[in-house]
């Protein structure tokens, strides 16, 4: 059974820097294209980053370029996103997820929802002064 789970989530000011990690269990995460995901209340959810299972190349949001990093870990079930300059914008509860069978995988922009699939709990990141 596929087990996700996401944790480094919490209340910093805007400026401050977060990193989240991802955990597997039952697969190993390297072999497929992970998505890191976002939702805010009222908001669907969103892409925000992900990682190519083809070469490790990687996709972001624009909103996130330049600020938001992910990258694979040592340890071939961990998954981070390193996330830096934080903004009230990006307060959300954040996802990590492996790439549906048969799915576009990571694509531009972060990946889509319906490429997606074994949804961890999600942590949540709060921006506010």
């Known amino acids: 059974q596929v087990q996700l789970v996401e944790s480094g989530g919490g209340l910093v000011q805007p400026g401050e820097s977060l990193r989240l990690s991802c955990a597997s269990s039952?697969?190993?995460?390297?072999?497929?294209?992970i998505g890191w995901f976002r939702q805010a209340p009222g908001k669907e959810r969103e892409g925000v980053s992900c990682t190519s299972s083809i070469d490790d190349r990687t996709f972001s949001a624009d909103d996130v370029k330049g600020r938001f990093t992910i990258s694979r870990g040592k340890n071939k079930n961990t998954e981070y996103l390193k996330k830096r300059n934080l903004k009230p914008k990006d307060t959300a509860v954040y996802y990590c997820?492996?790439?549906?069978?048969?799915?576009?995988?990571?694509?531009?922009?972060?990946?889509?929802?319906?490429?997606?699939?074994?949804w961890g709990q999600g942590t949540q990141v709060t921006v506010s002064s």
């Open positions: 997820t492996k790439e549906k069978p048969g799915g576009m995988g990571c694509t531009a922009g972060g990946g889509s929802v319906e490429d997606f699939g074994s």
């Open positions: 039952g697969i190993t995460l390297h072999f497929y294209a």
